[in-house]
């Protein structure tokens, strides 16, 4: 369990931002509308993001979250992780000072069968978030933040 307090902080102080402005949707894409709304909710602590996240993929700043997620046997214990992440992101979130407002310019950047690529605009880089699907269902597989 230590080694999530670490996947968890990482994230949180590389998406903290002390941007201005307003929210603004670019493009007709659902997975714009897909992956703000579920980044919002991972970082807001709402239990279903847990949802939204492909976990045995998923990788955030550049740590590979999945291969925690998958190298936990128990289901039991998976869902305590995938509960126990949204928590400490969401608190690690706000207590380096992000706020979701800050982010603007929801965008589609890449596009291909496999995956959509989305970006959104803040004053310490650009958040992007990759959407893909599996088994019919979209999914969170990466959030990443380019300075």
């Known amino acids: ?29 659902g997975d714009v509308s ?7 909710s991972l970082a807001q602590g709402d239990s279903k993001a847990v949802n939204a996240i492909d976990w045995p993929v998923f990788t955030s700043m550049g740590q590979n979250v999945g ?16 509960q126990a ?8 979130f706000r207590e380096s000072g992000g706020s979701v407002d800050r982010f603007t310019n929801w965008r589609v950047t890449m596009h291909d069968s496999q995956k959509t690529e989305v970006a959104a605009d803040s004053t310490t880089g650009v958040l992007t978030v990759v959407v893909s699907e599996r088994d019919n269902v979209q999914r969170i597989s990466s959030i990443n933040m380019i300075k």
């Open 34 to 40: 897909f992956a703000k709304s579920s980044f919002e």
């Open 67 to 82: 291969s925690s997620y998958t190298a936990i046997t128990s289901g039991v214990e998976q869902q305590k992780f995938t």
């Open 1 to 29: 369990m230590k080694q999530f307090y670490l996947f968890a902080a990482i994230p949180a102080i590389l998406l903290c931002t002390r941007c201005k402005g307003t929210k603004s949707i670019s493009g007709t894409s």
């Open 85 to 92: 992440f949204v928590t400490q992101f969401a608190t690690s």
